[in-house]
């Protein structure tokens, strides 16, 4: 073989070599946009899912993480939605990596509904909507929340024109808060958005006094 032979094949070895490269970094590269894909849409549907905990629009819990999973171009592969103040999604995304078949690359997200300060003791659906009050007008803030049987019993010896006797009162068993307002504009606001979280204020004497509905 000829000097100018050898050169032709070298060359092909080279090219075949270069473009085999080019497949592992693509395949690569195309692994990374999968597993950034599917962390996203793990995201969203963790975040929609915990929404819907906060301000609950009638759909389950399950099936609101199962739509935005899709809406991001993956399947919701389980969900942890039994939990009033945390969900936690599995999602996949199917991807085409290189040159092989497509595959499913999966995701987890985690998503917790915080209370409010104050909030320690409330039960998490409540402290949940509280948040979503708080969210919604700014200021606020839990004046008094939980109360233990014996704190109940204190403050309605000595108050018991405004504190239920001990054994009757919400705010034992954490369904119950009274709010500190900012402001009258505040207070009026507060009442207002209230029933898009969840909550009233079934009190008409007690305009600080709040609970789920």
Known sequence: MGERGGATVLMAGVL???ALC???VSGVGGAAAARARAQAAADASALAAAQ???RPSGAS??????????????RL????????DEVVVRVEVEAAIGLGPSRAVAAEARAVVRSPPGGQGLQPAFAAA???LFGRVP???IVSGFRT????????????DLAAPPGRSKHEVGLAADLGFPSPGARARAHAEAPACGLAFPVAHEPWHIEPT
């Open 77 to 84: 592969v389980w969900c942890r939605c039994d939990r009033p």
């Open 16 to 18: 075949a070599l270069a």
């Open 61 to 74: 819990v399950e099936a609101v993480a199962a739509d935005y999973a899709g809406r991001n171009g993956a």
């Open 52 to 54: 819907e905990l906060v």
């Open 130 to 132: 509280l948040s979503c």
């Open 22 to 24: 080019a497949v592992l």
């Open 139 to 141: 200021g606020l803030f």
């Open 149 to 160: 049987h014996q704190e109940q019993a204190r403050l309605h010896a000595s108050r018991p």
